[in-house]
Nanobody, 118 residues
Framework: QVQLVESGGGLVQPGGSLRLSCAAS????????VSWHRQAPGKPRELVAS???????NYADSVKGRFIISTDNANNIWFLQMSSLKLEDTAVYYC????????????WGQGTQVTVSA
């Protein structure tokens, strides 16, 4: 069983930066993939960025060049560094851990609110 706890959300002005954290408790396996998703009011949840245990990253086109996903493997913490924030980045951000073995299991955090406003 894995539990994920996000932190670091808040209110920021356009052009500003925030760093989100996702702390995991429980055993992390070598094939687990961690990703950040977000959901704005009235919109479906969307993938923002993902990272494999080997460090391979993937980003949504809307955040490429502005967001960076990284990990502190020793402490099972994942980060999403967000820069040059835009109004449209406002959403609840969720951390997800996808386990593919021995069975496919998806774990979600409770989410953290990011509001970009002038």
């Amino acid at each position: 069983q894995v539990q994920l706890v996000e932190s670091g959300g808040g209110l920021v002005q356009p052009g500003g930066s925030l760093r989100l954290s996702c702390a995991a408790s429980g055993s992390i396996l070598s094939r687990d993939v961690v990703s950040w998703h977000r959901q704005a009011p009235g919109k479906p949840r969307e993938l923002v960025a993902s990272i494999t245990s080997g460090g391979k990253t993937n980003y949504a086109d809307s955040v490429k060049g502005r967001f960076i996903i990284s990990t502190d493997n020793a402490n099972n913490i994942w980060f999403l560094q967000m820069s040059s924030l835009k109004l449209e980045d406002t959403a609840v951000y969720y951390c997800n851990l996808m386990r593919v073995a021995p069975t496919i299991t998806s774990y979600w955090g409770q989410g953290t609110q990011v509001t970009v406003s002038a």
